[in-house]
């Protein structure tokens, strides 16, 4: 057996295929520009192999919700050539095989859960701060998808009285994204996040507002872990940043697992998306051949 998986983000799309434990047997990594250009060269990677069903963990936002007309177009993206872009109608073009939709962190978490530092939980959430911040959700081991999917890299949180920063979401300027994540950090100091020391007061305020993220998480979802993953997260100091802010603001309400265990770094780095991605894949071909 053979599967696909294609992790598409804003900067690049990878692609794998893998045999049916998993071991990758090629990938590549192509830029994001137009989708024509993109999905020539993504098509032409599956072309030489006979694939039974791929996954696709995409940026989005995108349409999941099967009874849409638009099911499987990437949607609003503020990237203007691939808005209203019909994804997943164009791979089926190409190869008609069953296929996984997913976001990109959905396809994330799904795979720290399976295959990474979730296993063997039942419920996880992923939350990537990098150029954007974006938080996927498994539930009873499934990725979670309602009329669409968590925005959860978009909630509103509470101003820090030092930050005069007005923030950076173009729908909401100060939701966590506009306030946390890489790009409004490096407005707010007029310096790359990680040209930052590690004992700048930049710390202290992402940690401010990634906690009231992870607060808001657990009152509402109550995974077993929260995952981190994304470029801002390789300044490691902000975890325990992170675990004092959130005992202050739980504030013994919800007792949690321990913080050190209950919020920590994914496990499979780059390799999450991909392995989420081959997951699907397989769960798309098992769910065809039971029905
Ligand atoms: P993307 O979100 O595009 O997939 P990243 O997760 O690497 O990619 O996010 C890029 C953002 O993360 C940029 O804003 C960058 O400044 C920030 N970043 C990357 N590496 C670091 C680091 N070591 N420390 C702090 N911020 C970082
Ligand atoms: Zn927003």
């Known amino acids: 057996m053979i599967f696909g998986a294609i992790e598409a983000g804003g900067t690049k799309f990878v692609c794998a295929v893998s045999d049916e434990n998993l071991q990758i047997l090629e990938r590549s990594s192509i830029p994001t520009t137009t989708p024509e250009k993109t999905m ?12 039974d069903a791929i996954g696709i963990g995409s940026f989005g936002p995108i349409d ?3 009874t849409s007309a638009t099911y499987g177009y990437i949607t609003k993206t503020p990237k203007v050539a691939w808005q209203n872009y019909p994804f997943l109608a164009e791979m089926k073009k190409h190869f008609d095989v069953p296929y996984g939709w997913t976001t990109d962190v959905n396809a994330a978490a799904y795979g720290e859960i399976k295959k990474g530092v979730a296993f063997g939980s039942n419920s996880c959430i992923y939350i990537t701060v990098g150029t ?22 978009h909630i509103l949180v509470r101003r820090h009285s030092d930050d005069q920063f007005e923030g950076n979401c173009p729908f909401h300027h100060d939701c966590l994204e506009g306030m946390a ?4 950090i490096e407005k707010r100091f007029e310096k790359k996040a990680q040209e930052l020391g590690e004992d700048h007061k930049a710390w202290e305020l992402e940690a401010y507002y990634l906690a009231q993220a992870l607060v808001n ?5 109550s995974p077993d872990k929260i995952i981190f993953g994304g470029g801002v997260m390789k300044q490691t100091q902000l975890f325990p940043l992170i675990y004092q802010e959130f005992d202050r603001l739980m504030n013994d309400y919800v007792e949690t697992p321990l913080l050190e265990e209950y919020i920590v ?4 780095g780059d390799n999450a998306g991909i392995t989420g991605c081959l997951l699907l894949a397989i769960d798309a071909l098992e769910k065809k051949l039971q029905n």
């Open 217 to 221: 998480y657990t009152l509402t979802v």
């Open 265 to 268: 770094p994914c496990q499979l």
């Open 132 to 153: 954007g911040i974006g938080a996927g959700i498994v539930v009873d081991n499934q990725v979670i998808h309602g009329f669409g999917h968590p925005e959860a890299g």
């Open 40 to 51: 020539t060269k993504v098509i032409e990677f599956f072309s030489k192999y006979d694939v």
């Open 64 to 66: 999941v919700n099967p």
């Open 181 to 184: 994540a890489g790009p409004a």
